[in-house]
Structures are given as C-alpha cells and as structure tokens.
C-alpha cells in the first residue's frame, strides 16, 4: 500500500482530536507527544480496516444477491460496529500499554465519531487545493 498525502492528513487531524481529548477528559491518557502520533498511526490503520469492513458489509446489504447476503452483511455490521471500539482499546492497549488509555467503551465511540467527523472535515477543506493541483 503506498501512503497518500491524504493519510497524513488523516493522521494529523487525528492527532489533533486526541490530543484535545487527553486534555478534556482525564481518563484520556497520553504520556508523551510521540505516544500521541504513534497512537494516530495505528488509529488510522485500525479505521481504515474497520471502514473497508463496514463498506464491504454494507455492499452485501444492498446487493440483489439475495435474502442469504443480505443476512450476512446485517450479521457481520452488527458485529463490527461494537467490536471496532473494543478492537480500538484492545489493540492500543496491547501496543502501549498503560503509556496510552482512551478510556472505556462510550468514550472511545465519542472519540471515534469526532475522529470521522474531523477526518470528513479535513477532507473537505483540502479537497479543493487537491482537484486545482490536478488541474494543473
């Protein structure tokens, strides 16, 4: 996979949202600026995963394919979306221990949701510089 300038910008906007986070809520935990990037890498790769999950599953939702897919893909959005938040917190904290908490459950979904939220938003503002380069 080879990294799109659009990644970076992902994973600044996700610094940003946690470094906000860890200043707002005490039971956001970052011990070092270096811990905050290293933390939005990974939540980056893990989100990327969860939405290519997410959007496959909601291809076999609409697809024609039949009543089957379309039970397969309610079953596996079902799954995904709870289980990406405990995924969340199990992966941050295999990789970094007590260095790195986001908190319980509820916590983490807010801070998924501002984490798409501001990546949307970011996307957007950059959009237009991106499509006038290409112009060029």
């Known amino acids: ?3 799109r300038p659009l990644d970076l910008v992902d994973v600044l906007a996700y610094l940003v949202v946690l470094q ?6 005490p ?12 933390t939005a890498v990974l939540l980056k790769a ?19 394919r039949g009543w089957g897919a379309r039970a397969i893909g309610v079953v596996v959005l079902l799954l ?3 289980g990406s ?3 969340v917190l199990e992966v941050v904290a295999l990789v970094f221990g007590d260095a790195v908490q986001l908190g319980g459950f509820f916590l983490v979904t807010l ?3 501002v984490l798409m939220l501001a990546r ?3 996307r957007r503002a950059v959009a237009p510089a991106d499509r006038a380069e290409a112009v060029d």
């Open 1 to 3: 996979m080879r990294l």
């Open 20 to 25: 906000t986070f860890s200043q707002l809520f």
């Open 27 to 38: 039971a956001v935990i970052s011990e070092s600026f270096l811990l905050s990037l290293l």
């Open 46 to 64: 893990i989100l990327e995963v969860v939405v290519w999950v997410k959007t496959k599953a909601i291809a076999r939702v609409r697809s024609n």
């Open 80 to 82: 995904v979306m709870p």
């Open 85 to 87: 938040k405990f995924l």
């Open 111 to 113: 801070l998924i949701v």
């Open 120 to 122: 949307g938003l970011v």
